[in-house]
């Protein structure tokens, strides 16, 4: 007779094993299979749930005052656009703005300029010079881009026959998810919402492909596969990671160089 | 008749920024007590109480209204508990210690036999509490929050899915990853509370 795995059992305790019938006729017939999932069930309930102490007195009052300051006003766009004489003045601004932009670009001579990704540089040179910080958190998220790059390749090139074992690319995607979470915050922080989405997107991809079965089944990597194909993530994660290095690599060589690298 | 959720959304949006007030009020302790479970730190929880509901501020455009408030708020507090424990696991990877296998000659020091006296008993509970809290620090951020849904709240495999953003064979995996790593260090104490 097969014995259940530990993953049947573990989940079976839960009720959420895939045929819990079976399981359960099996764990009634098999005394080594009894015997385990007796074993389980005596740790798990061991663990009971978290005693949650109640917080401080007008706990609920005292959250709302810190909070209050901190939130952004609300309105309608549309209210405020027409209370705000500001606002007019800066759209009036903007037009002329577009308008000068597209006569420089109409008659600028051309020259032959590597353009950036959409996804990265589409913040427009601004004078000040790079901080040292930011290079640094920059050089680390083309180096993460890298290896997700070389992780999301080999999934999508691996034969895809089962029994699939994954624990290696599992461990780096769970040490890539941590890395991950941390840039995609970063990046919220600094304003730059095109990467941050990309991290999202990526983040999830790797979240997938970390708690995904050690033995994947055909169906779970061609779920994966679906989900970096359908988002175009490789060609994304790709193009940006090539931006990044460029304009690290851009920015090393010439200091003095006018190139903003948010983040 | 009590305003619902919804209606207080509504408010909100219109430009009325102290009805969320309201919405703080209503759910502020009952995020506390998830950010908790999860965390296991008050000064953490109440600070993710914060983080929680700032961000449902400032996505509340993006809340549907026919939706229940409280779920959508409980999801923004799971990922956000999610985002801490991740950047905090980052930031003390350098310092991290691994705890090896459980002693046994730990486990034997607080060995009862199973007709102990209440107060003894009492004792190998706050140890187990202890051990259970550390073998917890040891899961992923997902395997924590994942494990915590399930079996300290009782959420399903579904609802676990969709708030952790992972397809139900990963939900699973999650949870069970997280029991194999906790058997590893809770075993031996749970066959001597026994």
């Known amino acids: 007779m097969k014995h259940l795995g530990e993953e049947q059992i573990v989940l079976h305790y839960y009720g959420d094993a895939e045929d819990n019938a079976a399981v359960a006729q099996h764990i009634s017939e098999c005394p080594a299979c009894r015997r385990e999932f007796e074993r389980v069930q005596a740790m798990l309930r061991q663990i009971e749930p978290i005693e949650v102490p109640e917080p401080f007195a007008g706990f609920e009052e005292k959250t709302w005052l810190k909070l209050r300051d901190q ?4 309105r309608s766009w549309l209210g405020g656009w027409l209370r705000s004489p500001k606002q007019w003045a800066l759209a009036g601004s903007m037009v002329a703005l577009l308008f000068m932009a597209f006569v420089a670009g109409r008659y600028w001579p051309k020259q032959p300029t590597q353009n950036p990704s959409p996804l990265v540089a589409a913040n427009s040179p601004s004078p000040n010079p790079n901080p040292p910080q930011q290079q640094i958190v920059l050089v680390a998220v083309g180096n993460h881009l890298e290896r997700s790059e070389m992780l999301l390749v080999e999934i999508m090139n691996s034969d895809g026959k089962a029994p699939l074992n994954f624990s290696a690319e ?10 991950n979470h941390l840039y995609r915050v970063s990046a919220q922080q600094a304003g730059d919402p095109k990467i941050a989405h990309l991290l999202d997107q990526l983040g999830r991809v790797l979240a997938e492909v970390a708690n995904s079965p050690e033995k994947m089944s055909t169906r779970d990597l061609q779920d994966i596969r679906g989900t970096i194909e359908s988002e175009g993530l490789l060609f994304k994660v790709r193009v940006v990671g090539s931006d990044v290095n460029s304009r690290v690599r851009r920015s090393e060589q010439s200091p003095a160089a006018n190139v903003t690298q948010r983040l | 008749m009590e305003v619902t959720d919804a209606v207080v959304v509504a408010q909100v949006l219109s430009g009325d920024k102290e009805a969320f007030r309201l919405l703080v009020n209503r759910h502020s302790r009952s995020i506390f007590h998830v950010t908790y479970r999860m965390t296991g730190n008050q000064q953490d929880a109440e600070e993710l109480v914060q983080e929680t509901f700032l961000r449902a501020y400032k996505a509340l455009a993006r809340f549907e209204l026919r939706s ?13 508990t999610l985002d801490f424990l991740s950047m905090k696991k980052m930031q003390s990877k350098d310092t991290y210690q691994i705890v090896d296998e459980p002693d046994p000659e730990e486990g034997r020091q607080i060995q009862l036999s199973s007709d102990s006296p209440g ?24 395997e924590r929050i994942a494990f915590t849904m399930r079996h300290m709240e009782g959420r399903s495999i579904d609802e676990i899915g969709e708030t952790l953003k992972l397809n139900t064979s990963a939900a699973k995996n999650s949870i069970f990853r997280a029991v194999k790593k906790l058997r590893q260090q809770l075993e031996v104490y749970a066959s001597h509370a026994q």
Do not use: G, H
């Open chain 1, 71 to 74: 939130l952004p006003e609300k």
């Open chain 1, 170 to 179: 599992q461990e780096r995607a769970r040490d890539l998810l941590d890395a």
């Open chain 2, 68 to 80: 229940n408030f409280s779920t959508w708020l409980y999801r923004i507090a799971v990922n956000r």
């Open chain 2, 119 to 142: 107060p003894d008993r009492m004792v190998l509970s706050a140890e187990m509490k202890s051990k259970v809290a550390q073998s917890m620090s040891l899961l992923t951020p997902v």
